[in-house]
């Protein structure tokens, strides 16, 4: 059984910065996307961003584009989140997702088989 872990997670005030980590078990999936999708209380899951393989591709939410940058490092099978000028409304619980197979879409949650346990991310003004 893959398991994703997340870190990194924390209270910050606004215009601040913070790394999300996730690490897998499983280093097979570092072949795949990978991808951060958060849930704010009250709202549905949706996508921040994602990753390809090699790390060449990437992908963000608009709300995020300029903000938040992603990365991997496939020898530490580990995906980063690195955010940057926090605002309250990137206040949420953050998910790492991992894919098991090539294709699907990197924007729609149901193409990841796998998911971290979430990391809350609190942003104060």
């Known amino acids: 059984q893959v398991q994703l872990v997340e870190s990194g997670g924390g209270l910050v005030q606004v215009g601040g910065s913070l790394r999300l980590s996730c690490a897998a078990s499983?280093?097979?999936?570092?072949?795949?996307?990978k991808g951060w999708f958060r849930q704010a209380p009250g709202k549905e899951r949706e996508f921040v961003a994602a990753?390809?393989?090699?790390?060449?591709?990437?992908y963000y939410a608009d709300s995020v584009k300029g903000r938040f940058t992603i990365s991997r490092d496939n020898a530490k099978n580990t995906v980063y989140l690195q955010m940057n000028s926090l605002k309250p409304e990137d206040t949420a619980v953050y998910y790492c997702?991992?894919?098991?197979?090539?294709?699907?879409?990197?924007?729609?949650?149901?193409?990841?088989?796998?998911w971290g346990q979430g990391t809350q991310v609190t942003v104060s003004s």
């Open positions: 499983e280093r097979t999936f570092s072949s795949y996307r």
């Open positions: 997702a991992a894919a098991a197979s090539y294709g699907g879409s990197y924007y729609d949650g149901l193409s990841y088989r796998y």
């Open positions: 990753i390809n393989w090699s790390g060449g591709s990437t």
